[in-house]
DNA sequence: GTGCTTGCAAATCGTTTGCAATAGC
DNA sequence: GCTATTGCAAACGATTTGCAAGCAC
């Protein structure tokens, strides 16, 4: 496991190493409350406002995204290379899907005289589990 | 100003149509308060819960969009046409821009196996106007 | 010892809920 | 009169804030 913690000049802690490590081992899109719960365990006096604090510095120096396709449930990706987010609007789960797009941004660009720092595409509807699960339910 | 209430099956009522009328009217990807406040003086009994309902009902009902783009304010768009959004981060206004990309949505579509039924591109940077409130604090 | 990081408890605020009042057929 | 809609007040819950304690160089 390769943490790039320094790489944006983010000053590693016990805390910090952990939370981008339950990042890039679970690619589940986890929200706070999961990240807290989950490293609970093995570091028992984490509190949630580090684990809120953690996270706004890892978006703030681009080593993750913060993920607004849920308005119920904002969740964070180590993953920020460019890819789409599928919301299962059944289950609540979130799927990477390979970027369809026209932007591919490197760096930023301009669109209209805006400069455009951030590409997010976001899909929702029924994954391919709930489909199948529905249809079981029908039969 | 011709509203979608009938065509989306929203049984018109006074209050609906205020709301629907000024998100046609304004373009501006208003909040709930925005709305509540704008209204309050034609409606001064207007209820916040009733604008919570009415843009839930709206959104349901495929009359509205709900823009989850800022987290810490989710705001709603009467244009439902294929488009994308852009925030700016430094003025927190939300624009339109032409949507680019392979996903043109006409009712629902497949992507390996999930049922994609809402596409959503949002875009943040810096706007045209910032870059140049910028450019002359600088100069 | 200085500055950054962490963690608790309290505060904040957008949103939802329960329920009574009202309006429309 | 029945049903859907509205509106108030209270509850809720995710996030933020203030501040004290802890850690690292």
Redesign the pocket.
Known sequence: MILNLEEHSI?P????IKIMEYLMEHHTHP???EIHSALSPQ?P??????V???L?LFVCQGAALMLTID??N?CFDADTSLHAHFLCTECGKVYDLPYKGEMNLLGSEVIDGNLVKEVHQYYRGVCKKCLKNKKNIIN
Chains 1, 2 share one sequence.
């Open positions: 000053k802690s016990m805390q910090r929200n706070v409350d570091l006096t984490l509190s949630k406002t580090t809120y604090n953690t706004k308005d119920k904002i």
